[in-house]
């Protein structure tokens, strides 16, 4: 986006101290850094880092809904889900444009991903068992996306803080008619019922781990917090989620799969038991359920697609030849 | 190995409001037809334009944000440019 000539010449630009106190004096003054501003090395690969994993969160997100889409209910909810899974494409084709604002080409980020040195969201590598699980998929990991998203909208990057508004005005609807999925199911027979339970059941957990790890051992918490990538910390953002999602549970019937979870009077909180961290770095490592799946579906599409874009690439370049042969 | 670049283009759309088209982003696309195209697809699912103009990324010009005190900074001392810089009495009432 915008002259990428212009990044490479800031690319090599010394990180001085006198231009990184100007440029924390921007950021305290919440002023967007654009594409062709001066910014820290560091901040750079920070957000390089942080927009790739988000738009490859979002395209391989896609594949556990996907799954169901052949197998939607009714026509209704097929076109739901049609739209949602396309939204999320958008929304990974708007970050990797707002990353490629920094100096990174979308092919070099599709290549992390592909050739395994890219992580995502550990979220996608849980599988879709039943009808359900799209339910309560819309409803909480796109409902903790959005607690997720809606501070991002103020991040100090401007590329990826106008990514985030797109982002997030499409985000209600896909949160919307997850619940509204998880709702009709548990107002319905008791098997089905039972299955908006167990979809509950199973994702609860990995929806909190969506966070990150805790405050106590988050390695880019504090930089992020002062350049104000971020604004919240994940334990913050948790909570709020929770507090959120405890009372959208239990007005529909569901119980939230936790013995520990009571409500502290005092501080107004929703106080939820131990999250199993060794689960969520055995799947951010690789070793999660569908995460080899995950990798083989995005490399096979990518491979299928390879002749239709060099057809493209071919078509475009003898367009471009034609009108040259007439004149000659 | 990456594949080799897919050119990429600027995306601006005029919403119904009757404003100028406004940059919304941009797309890769080996040609303005598909430029045009995946505009459509990433940027109007829901109805938020009626014209879009896709314009190669390389052919825009920008000012370098270096120079923006020569740039910008001349017009800031000239206040004379602003209508509140000018008294006209009370009972002239609106102007
Ligand atoms: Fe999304
Ligand atoms: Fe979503």
Known sequence: MYTQGLNNHDATANDTSANSERFQARIDAEERIEANDWMPKA?????????????HSEIVGMLPEGNWITRAPSLRRKAALLAKVQDEGGHGL???AAAETLGVSREELVDQLLAGRAKYSSIFNYPTLSWADIGVIGWLVDGAAIMNQI???????????R????????????????????LTLAR?????????????????????????????????????IQWKVKRFSNDALRQKFVDATVPQAHLIGLEIPD??????????????????????????????PCNRDRLAARRKAHADGQWVREAAMAYAEKRRARPAKLAA | MADPAIPLWEV???????????????????????ALQNARD??????EGLSIWVVPSNAITASDPADKDMMFEPTGSKIYRHPTFYDVPDEVGHM
Request: hydrophobic residues 35%.
């Open chain 1, 43 to 55: 901040y750079r690969r920070l957000l390089i880092r942080q927009i790739s994993q988000h738009a």
């Open chain 1, 94 to 96: 708007y970050l990797y």
């Open chain 1, 151 to 161: 501070p991002l909208c103020r991040c100090s990057n401007g590329p990826y803080a």
């Open chain 1, 163 to 182: 990514a985030m508004i797109r982002v997030c005005k499409e985000e209600s609807f896909h949160q919307r008619q997850g619940y509204e999925i998880t």
């Open chain 1, 188 to 224: 319905g027979t008791a098997e089905q019922k039972a299955m908006a339970q167990d979809a509950l059941d199973r994702f609860w957990w990995p929806c909190l781990m969506m966070f990150g790890p805790p405050d106590s051992d988050s390695q880019h918490s504090d930089i992020s």
């Open chain 1, 259 to 288: 013995p520990a979870l009571r409500f502290d009077e005092a501080t107004g909180h929703w106080v939820y038991g131990q999250i199993d961290w060794d689960e969520f770095r055995q799947v951010l490592a690789g070793d999660g």
């Open chain 2, 12 to 34: 601006f759309i005029r919403s119904r409001s009757g404003l100028a088209h406004r940059h919304v982003g941009s797309v890769h696309a080996a040609d303005v037809t598909m």
């Open chain 2, 42 to 47: 990433v940027y109007t699912r829901r109805g």
